[in-house]
């Protein structure tokens, strides 16, 4: 209903009744209307004049200024300012003067200025405003910058000869545009569309990225993306230099009971002359109806070159899965098959599994009669090899049925002690491989007490708390197969401590009687938390299967050592070793991170033995470290270093500079990385990214705002 065709007369009506130069009115209709003024007067019949503080509230409406004329006859309203209109709470206009229809949505507006949101503001001379939709903009200047004073040039801005910016389909298209830097031109385009900066999603050019390498000189990256209403959208980025061509593609779908995304990339280049080069990454998931659910995901890759030409994540074996899942309260079931790349150098893809497949099903139900708790697992397993070659070449499925009876009682004392009686049956079909029959099956009745005696003491607010733990465990199986291949990567941390098979396969199985020993201790204040744990294992016989740096091998393992210290505010760190009996150590990591206000700083050291079991012909001994200093509030250095320590040099040092403040961001970065691959050469990587804050889905309102000194 239009605001104010009666307005003036039930203003003067108000007048009479209250006797106050204050008015309030509202209509009765189903959109009101409220306005408030310090003064209001009649100078004739077609004149109504509202002076001092004047609000008009109409609908989503509000509108303030200092003085309000409306003429009944042309049903407008002459407005003098400052006016500030708002139509939604992102979407603001401040002007000096205006003249605007009765519903103070159509009209003509003088030295006025656009505020969408917190971020982007647009001045003109003149603006007009049609159809409650649009306003247009008459050369303008559009920025998200602070300007500290009339006539400052901001850090950036675009000039255009006109801005139109659509309302309800929240976008600002402009005509003649050009962008400035520092008062600068740098950039012209006849037409330019942009989306309201509390636009999530819309579709159009992103913006665009150089990147440098020395195997693919300069290049340029321009993302364009389109979206399929709100559950869809592509991303098409061509990245083009005088040594590449390559279109990369992303697409992300949401359903209603799950979603998916993919993303991908052809390309022809120089590096590789007439190969078509490429990868593919997706997942996606979906779940049903009473627990079921779907999962899938999808690697591939020309070669291993590409990843690291590309700066893609740096896999040297790829895997595509899909899985069917049903979870219940008591039951789960898993169906998946598998599919391997190998991308290793000196590794034969036909001579590793390539395809698998498996089924898992567990089973959990509570007997009355005896107590505790007995649990069924059905497993099956099949590897292929796709090598024609005797024993390069063999294939192997299994089948195992595990059962097994647990219970656990808590003496007064405190003591807890946990049960395990069991049977698992394996039986294997061999393919392809004359040093074993094609039929092996395979019985192992096992059994276990495990010991736990917590003791706790709080004194001066701080908890000591110590665990020592004991397993006295027995297994037998009666036929010793060991085929190889799935075994030859084995932990020995805190998870296998106090179990009975330490194989990550069923492949292999334990057997004989084995003592596992060890305990935690962890000390807690409001501040820090520390905790250490050791362990040992000591077999009746040694046990076929377990690789020399494993620390299992031998009757006797290797001590585990595992511990962390916390600082609840900033810092942690974790490390892990196994530490033989002569002091030796064949396995280790260190974990660090100290965070504060101003900077943040990572560590890693991880150190492996040479050892021809687990595929590892040479010593790895390495150091990562990363970093990120706040310079001033505007300037982050950041960096990123790894070192390898047997090869004395590094095998990537990288370093970036960030600069950030409340309309733009910059980024610069140069990364080296090094290989000791003999088919990828290394890479040296420069980065150059803009960001004009406002226009771009990733501002923030927090980002460092630079003040004004006069």
């Known amino acids: 209903m239009p605001l104010l065709p009666v307005l003036g ?140 004073e009339e ?14 910016h659509d309302q309800a389909n929240r976008q600002l298209h402009f005509e003649g545009a050009r962008l400035l830097i520092m008062d600068v031109p740098v950039l012209y385009l006849p037409r330019l569309r942009l989306p309201e900066p509390a636009l999530e999603r819309a579709s159009g050019f992103l913006i665009p990225s150089l990147r440098t390498t020395t195997q693919l000189s300069t290049g340029i990256r321009i993302p364009y993306f389109q979206e399929f209403g709100d559950h869809a959208d592509l991303t098409v980025s061509p990245y083009l230099s005088n040594r590449t061509s390559t279109i990369n593609l992303t697409y992300q779908h949401a359903f209603s009971r799950g979603r998916l995304a993919f993303e991908g990339g052809f390309t022809r280049d120089d590096l590789i002359p007439g190969l078509n080069r490429g990868y593919v990454f997706g997942a996606g998931g979906f779940a049903f109806d009473n627990g079921h659910e779907l999962y899938f995901d999808v ?53 590793i599994p390539t395809l698998v497949t498996e089924f898992d099903a567990y089973h959990r139900y509570t007997p009355q009669n005896i107590g505790g708790e007995i649990r069924l697992v059905l497993a099956t397993q099949a590897y292929r090899r796709s090598s024609p070659l005797d024993e390069k070449g063999r294939d192997i499925a299994r089948t195992s049925i595990d059962s097994v009876w647990q219970d656990n009682t808590i003496f007064a004392s405190g003591l807890r002690t946990d049960w395990q009686l069991g049977l698992v049956a394996d039986a294997y079909r061999v393919r392809q491989d004359r040093r074993f029959p094609s039929t092996l099956t395979r019985t192992t009745p096992y059994a276990a007490l495990t010991l736990r005696f917590p003791l706790t003491r709080v004194r001066n607010h701080t908890i000591h708390f110590i ?70 294992v000591i077999f009746s016989k040694d046990q076929n299967g377990f690789s020399r740096t494993s620390g299992l091998s031998g009757n006797i393992s290797d001590i585990l050592i595992a511990g962390q210290y916390k600082n609840m505010r900033n810092f942690d760190l974790t490390a892990r070793a196994i530490l033989a009996r002569n002091v030796r150590v064949s396995k280790s990591e260190f974990r660090a991170n100290w965070y504060e206000k101003s900077f943040d700083l990572g560590g890693a050291y991880i150190f492996l033995r040479t050892d021809p079991t687990e595929n590892r012909s040479n010593t790895i001994s390495e150091v990562k470290m990363d970093a990120s200093f706040d310079i001033t509030p505007y300037w982050t250095l950041a960096t990123d270093w790894q070192y390898n320590v047997t090869n004395r040099r590094a095998s990537k040092t990288g370093v970036g500079l960030t600069y950030v403040n409340e309309c733009v961001e910059i980024d610069f970065s140069i990364e080296r990385r090094n290989t000791s691959s003999t088919h990828i050469e290394p890479l040296t990587e420069f980065r150059f990214n803009i960001v004009l804050h406002g226009f771009s889905t990733n501002s923030k309102e927090e980002e460092q705002v630079r003040s004004c000194k006069g």
């Open 9 to 148: 007369w039930m203003i003067f009506w108000a007048i009479m009744a209250t006797g106050t130069s204050i008015a309030q009115v509202t209509t009765n209709s189903s959109k009101h209307a409220v306005l408030i003024a310090d003064r209001i007067a009649i100078l004739s019949d077609n004149e109504l004049v509202a002076e001092g503080h004047v609000e008009v509230f109409h609908g989503k409406r509000k509108l303030t200024a200092r003085r309000i004329t409306y003429n009944t006859e042309r049903h407008n309203l002459m407005i003098d300012g400052p006016i500030y209109l708002t139509d939604n709470h992102s979407t603001r206009i401040l002007a000096n003067s205006a003249m605007l229809d009765r519903n103070i949505q159509d009209g003509l507006m003088t030295g006025a200025k656009l505020i969408l949101g917190q971020h982007i503001q647009l001045a003109t001379i003149q603006l007009e405003r049609s159809k409650g939709q649009y306003s247009t903009l008459h050369n303008a200047v559009a920025t998200s910058c602070r300007i500290c």
């Open 151 to 164: 006539g400052d040039a901001p850090l950036w801005q675009i000039r255009a000869r006109r801005v139109v």
């Open 299 to 351: 690697e591939w890759a020309s070669e291993e070159a590409y990843l690291h030409d590309y700066n893609l994540p740096n896999k040297d074996r790829l895997d595509s899965e899909i899985a069917f899942t049903r979870t219940g309260s008591t039951s789960y079931y898993r169906a998946g098959f598998i599919h391997f790349q190998s991308l290793r150098e000196g590794e034969i893809e036909t001579e």
């Open 467 to 536: 665990e020592p733990v004991a397993q006295i465990g027995w297994s037998h199986a009666s036929n010793d197969i060991i085929l190889g291949s799935q075994t030859n990567s084995i932990e020995f941390d805190e998870g296998n401590l106090l179990s009975l098979s330490r194989f990550p396969e069923p492949i292999a199985r334990q057997d004989g009687t084995a003592f596992a020993y060890g305990g935690t201790w962890r000390n807690l204040t409001q501040t820090r938390e520390i905790n250490l744990t050791l362990g040992q």
